[in-house]
DNA sequence: TGTACATCAGTGAACGCGCGTTCACTGATGTAC
DNA sequence: TGTACATCAGTGAACGCGCGTTCACTGATGTAC
């Protein structure tokens, strides 16, 4: 039953997609590597022609998946200014935080991301400074002066918004935490036309 | 082997505690019902005469959890501003981010939490409810407007930002996440005294 | 107050179950000649 | 280009293990008289 490279490649990726939506929706300790394997359409013992740990997977399914949100904010940055506050909009969105097979692994893995092995841990570090560099690259441009920090503020309070929203039993209040964040959030630096942007006068007003 | 009922009731309590400290540091999940009963002294075949089951135990662990998160910021709260503000700022420290046996329930589990059931979510929603309380009475006293949606807000950021410094491998951009958060939600209303609050300054600027 | 007895907290063996991982096997693929 | 053979993706049974839960048992507690 050998398959051909074509086929065994796009058989690991298959596992892979399957495995971070897995590990998204129900959390990665509760996903069983049989329960992947059969998602993807195999049975549990070829698991290891792939990877060689469940380990493996998971680290391997956290990069993919924050490589796929580095991507979509990537190509949103692109997309000029109302397209990069749209998707900045519906990653708070309640539709967002009731996708958790496709959205971001911070928020649906945060904790046990926290307590993942070295190699996990890179790969959501190393998405989460990618995605800073994209927000803060775009507010340079719109000149903000502390562009990379703003970044790193809006990015935390987002995942943390979009957490709370989802562990919220009270549907009420779980829309509000993201509307609440919605519009905080949206209080970006000036665009650049205009002579100083608003985070340098709150600053100035604050240290006052 | 029958115990007083004064042993009974604190052998529950201390089965309780060592399981909101075990669920915290390790996750829900990873945590067998047999550990948490060794933890406390105890072997396993006696859990069910305190608990229904794993899942009881977990929500009244979580509301316990909760229950002190609340008392601390409660008693911060009544020790006046520098020791509230102090408590923000330990909340959002080094120290606070490594410490996972006493930490927040919120930021421990969260994202097992956004998937645990009815009883547990309401715990954590119920104590959410009232920090969020406590830090808006204490910011309507000082003459904020939106002070629900302020407390709101800067709860879920705090949340977001140590759990992001709990995921980050690079100890500089974690530690650099935590000082962020503090620089920006420091940014408070202001004093009585002063006859505008910040807020609101900042928001007729923020809307010119 | 003293005695007889029901209660029940805690023990430790056992339950079925699903976990991650291994392995002998199959048979199509890809390679060496 | 055709043939022989090594490779290896995928199968399905099996491994040891730890899980949540149950249960018969023990013996101190607390109660009824």
Same mark, same amino acid.
């Given at each position: ?15 892979? $997609? ?10 990665? &300790? ?13 049975? &549990?013992?070829?698991?290891?022609? &792939? ?8 680290? $391997? ?12 904010? $990537? ?39 926290? #307590? ?22 775009? #507010? ?35 829309? &509000? ?25 709150? #600053? ?5």
């Amino acid at each position: 039953m050998k398959k051909s490279k074509a086929e065994t490649a796009q058989t690991r990726r298959r596992i892979l $997609e399957v495995a971070a939506q897995a590990f998204k929706s129900k959390g990665i &300790h509760p996903t069983g590597v049989a329960e992947i394997m059969a998602a993807a359409g195999l049975t &549990h013992g070829g698991f290891y022609r &792939h990877f060689a740990s469940k380990e493996q997977l998971i680290a $391997e399914a956290c990069a993919d998946s924050m490589g796929a949100l580095v991507e979509s904010a $990537e190509a949103a940055a692109e997309g000029g200014e109302a397209s990069f506050r749209k998707h900045l909009e519906e990653f708070l969105s309640p539709e967002y935080r009731d996708d958790c097979l496709g959205g971001c692994p911070l928020v649906a893995m945060g904790s046990e991301l926290a #307590r993942a092995d070295r190699a996990t841990r890179q790969a959501a570090s190393q998405g989460f400074r990618e995605l800073i560099e994209i927000m803060a690259k775009r #507010r340079r441009q719109r000149g903000a002066t502390s562009a990379r920090d703003d970044a790193i503020f809006t990015l935390s309070s987002m995942i943390g918004a979009v957490t709370m929203a989802r562990i919220m039993g009270d549907v009420r209040l779980s829309a &509000h935490i993201l509307e609440v964040a919605r519009k905080r959030l949206a209080d970006d630096p000036r665009p650049p036309e205009k002579k100083r942007s608003r985070s340098k006068i709150k #600053r100035r007003l604050t240290s006052a």
